[in-house]
């Protein structure tokens, strides 16, 4: 097995490292930990749109790049690491842009595709609902018949950027017949954000951010024009889309600047008139944590060669997101007890290490192994389609 990237992909890693060199010398974006969480600059991502970088994987008879996935991990790792601020752009071009290219209609195509790629929109995820997390046939939000519309009715949370976002990507119940499988009674659409009767309310999280969402929908209408796909196919599109967001190193790389703190502080710090890098068991524990999060790079990078193959990665991309998910909870809790109570401290103390890095990492630790589908829920697929278990 082959873990060398061409003379291309490497050439392209210093293209990507010389732009965010570029941009950072600017000194007008903010760049810092968690970035593609919850740093938003519509002008950072108008400038990756001029490289071409915004639907990089995309087909070009969809105006992308036609690249590959491994070329836009290639790109996602050196910006993760950098703490780009990738927010305003980051959904669209990771699952809803290629979910309009396999299932939207011209119209969608022609209508969001465009703004998607240059960075003129940007989306939010409508799925998860307070009785609909992991579970999304459970979902009740509603999306009825009215002529030339829907009429949605119900909520969603735990919305991403729904505060900032132009569109959402909703998932809502079209057949209400409780006698059709659950699987088969909803559809995806597009929802103008502004539209009369949306509401977005604030989830201020446990490090102070706002980034998540409640949205209620009371009575808006959704032209029929919006949907995407097949009416009532829904659910098995958007298990299709999620398989790109679990495809992703964005799990496994939310925490790269704690990893890093880790290492210097174990070079720097002393315990007992030693370097903490010197203790055995302390060298010991990060040279684990360091070779995971090396073979789960590796593994993820497999992962986007399968889809760079014309595959789409189903259970592999739950194995990846699995794993990193479960690391990040690992790494943050080993941080935390080998930095002690300094490591707790956040950013507004004066005693606080590495800006407050890591106490902010464990407040965001409760999401790591939920967002974007459960451990649980992950494994499940893994058991049943990967290794073909029953039920």
């Known amino acids: ?9 490497e050439l392209f890693r210093e293209e990507v490292i010389a732009f965010i060199q570029t941009e950072k010398e600017k000194g007008i974006y903010e760049f810092g930990d968690n970035g593609f969480v919850h740093l938003v600059s519509r002008e950072f991502s108008k400038q990756v749109s001029k490289k071409g970088w915004v639907g990089l994987a995309w087909p070009k008879k969809y105006g992308g790049k036609g690249m590959g996935y491994v070329n836009r991990l290639i790109m996602l790792e050196e910006m993760f690491m950098a703490g780009a601020p990738l ?24 209508e969001f595709l465009p703004r998607i790629l240059n960075s003129d929109i940007t989306f939010c995820a409508l799925f998860s609902e ?6 999304l046939a459970n979902g009740k939000t509603t999306a009825v018949d009215d002529g030339d519309n829907f009429i949605v009715n119900g909520q969603k949370v735990w919305t991403s950027n729904g505060h900032i976002a132009e569109y959402g990507w909703l998932l809502a119940r079209t057949n209400l017949d409780p006698d059709v499988s659950r699987y088969d009674s909803f559809s995806e659409m597009v929802v103008d954000m502004k539209a009369p009767g949306v509401t977005v309310r604030p989830i201020i999280n446990a490090v102070g951010v706002h980034s998540f969402n409640e949205v209620f929908f009371d009575d808006v209408k959704v032209p029929k024009k919006n949907l995407s796909g097949k009416l009532n196919n829904g659910f098995r599109q958007i298990m299709a889309n999620l398989d790109y967001e679990r ?13 890093e703190s880790l290492i210097d502080y174990a070079k720097t710090s002393k315990r007992n008139d030693r370097f903490l890098s010197q203790e055995s068991l302390i060298r010991d524990t990060i040279a684990k944590l360091e070779t995971e999060y090396q073979v789960i790079k590796l593994y993820i990078y497999y992962v986007a060669s399968l889809s760079d193959q014309g595959r789409l990665p189903n259970y592999e991309a739950a194995i990846g997101k699995a794993t990193a998910n479960l690391f990040q909870t690992k790494l943050v809790d080993t941080a935390t007890s080998i930095m002690g109570l300094h490591g707790l401290l956040t950013a507004d103390s004066p005693e606080a290490l590495y800006k407050g890095s890591v106490a902010d990492s464990y407040l965001w630790s409760p999401s790591y192994t939920l967002q974007g589908g459960s451990v649980e829920i992950l494994k499940n697929i893994i058991a049943t389609r990967g290794l073909k278990l029953p039920r």
Do not use: W
């Not at 927010?87 to 022609?110: A, S, W």
């Open 247 to 259: 495809a992703g190193l964005e799990r496994l790389m939310q925490n790269y600047s704690v990893k």
């Open 1 to 9: 097995m082959n873990f060398k990237f061409t003379k291309e992909q």
């Open 87 to 110: 927010g305003y752009h980051f959904v669209q071009d990771r699952q809803i842009g290629p979910g309009i290219c396999h299932f939207g209609t011209d119209y969608l195509k022609n």
């Open 130 to 135: 307070p009785d609909a997390g992991s579970d």
